[in-house]
């Protein structure tokens, strides 16, 4: 291994992994499978007299990508942290090409770069926001709403997200509950910002009953076809006219840039937990707003520490769409932050240091059900 960056960067004294069970407020239906709790894997990192947190988004089960909360846990301690902390002072702007041999893993690759930065922008008194070039102070959002067992109690959730302020609606979306869900709620809300998720579920032979959904002005149909699949979008985007946002197929800036020459799609989701970290997601966020290309904010059920960091992304000037960045009581009964409330559709931007946010300590030992630290030898 080469020494990269050493001396310059962050002292780190000790990492903390640990994991937390948290209940929905709700079960969270996909085409993937229901959500009714997260296992969330957090990172503490402690040095230079500031700790930093960073949030892994996989799930428990490897059903929305291949990566899933026990693997990135092992990848994070078997072979990220070792890598990372060989290199004594590493910057959170080493991390990516530190652990770039390390093949895939984006979701455990992220979380350890949060924390990092996190720790990192906390010692030099910045905010996320103001570090990666925010040029708003509050975003606005957008609500996804998982699939229902029925009509009737899609137009009762939806009429609640409305009532509450969100500024757009999304709908989860399957073979078989797809165009009745959308007509309805389009018929009961015929001005509201509109659009679909997918998750994958489709597959090309499916193009002209996709095109059925082109009659209910939607924003997006948000990853159709499987995600390895960017030619098949291409061909579906000339068949569909409604247009067509990549979330699980864009991995890195190098992917969106291919899917955006061959057209494959003209929207972006950007999760940086997807990606590889914030500073993968801002390159994506820079590449599109050269090309012109619109992009929002994904979300992955974070908790209060992904969400702030994912709140002060989306306040870069290129995120036009409003966001699946929803406030806490979305989510969760009670957060491991201060809650991140609605206000008239919005999310303010934390100005405070780093995620700008405090851990509530005595929230998260109620929670925790594994914690493992791992002291760096000086
Ligand atoms: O595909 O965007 C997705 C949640 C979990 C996994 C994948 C997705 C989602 C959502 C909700 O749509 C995002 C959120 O509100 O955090
Ligand atoms: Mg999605």
Known sequence: MSTIGAGDGLHVEAVELVRIRIPLVTPFR?????????????????????????????????????????????????????????QKGARAEDIARILQPIKGHNMAKAAVEMAWLDAQLRAEGQSFGEYLGATRTAVDCGVSVGIMDGIPRLLEAVSAYIDQGYRRIKLKIEPGNDIEPVRAVR????????????????????????????????????????????????QLSKIVKTPICLDESITSAAVAAEALDIKACSIINIKAGRVGGYLEAKRIHDLCAERGIAVWCGGMLETGIGRAANVALAALPNFTLPGDTSASDRYYRQDITPPFVLDDGRLPVPTGPGIGVEVLADVLDGLVTSRQLVEVSR
């Not at 910002?193 to 997006?220: G, P, S």
């Open 187 to 234: 018929e009961r809300f015929p001005d509201i910002a509109l659009q679909v998720d997918a998750n994958t579920a489709y597959t090309l032979a499916d193009a002209e009953h996709l095109a059925r959904l082109d009659e209910y002005n939607l924003l997006l149909i948000e990853q159709p076809l499987p995600e390895e699949l960017l030619v098949a979008n291409a």
């Open 30 to 86: 996909t085409s993937f499978g229901t959500q009714t709790e997260r296992d969330v894997l957090l990172l503490r990192v402690i040095g230079d007299g500031v700790e930093g947190w960073g949030e892994c988004v996989a799930f428990d089960e490897p059903l929305y990508s291949s990566e899933y909360v026990a693997g990135a846990h092992r990848v994070i301690e078997d072979h990220l942290l070792p890598r990372l902390l060989a």
